[in-house]
């Protein structure tokens, strides 16, 4: 999730620096919501389960997100990634 590695295969798409905010659903790790970012992605044990958006526009784009992951394709995008996901065991934020 820190590197916007997707499919957890190693191919890295974020930007050093980039400040995300990570969280999951048992509450442990809670939402800094006092910081202006919008919801990128859920994630399970083996990469993304859904991507609402591209952490950086520039490295990867949700249809290339699709075309290298066919299993994500049907989870790409605001309206299908949502963070209610109860597949997902954490969750993150980061900036537009």
């Known amino acids: 999730m820190a ?3 997707y499919r957890g295969d190693g191919r890295a798409t974020t930007r050093d620096g980039t400040l995300i ?3 999951d659903r048992f ?3 809670t939402s800094r919501r006092e910081v202006a970012m919008s919801f990128e ?3 399970g044990v083996n990469g993304a ?5 591209p952490r ?3 490295n990867v784009s ?3 997100l699709g075309e290298r992951y066919p299993h994500l394709k049907a989870h790409l995008g605001p309206a299908l990634c949502a963070e209610e996901n109860p597949r ?3 969750f993150n934020r980061s900036r537009d």
């Open 62 to 64: 949700l249809e290339e």
């Open 56 to 58: 950086i526009p520039e």
């Open 41 to 43: 992605a859920a994630w």
């Open 88 to 90: 997902a065991l954490l």
């Open 21 to 23: 905010d990570m969280y």
């Open 49 to 53: 389960i859904c991507v609402a958006r």
């Open 3 to 5: 590197r916007a590695d």
């Open 27 to 29: 509450g442990i790790q």
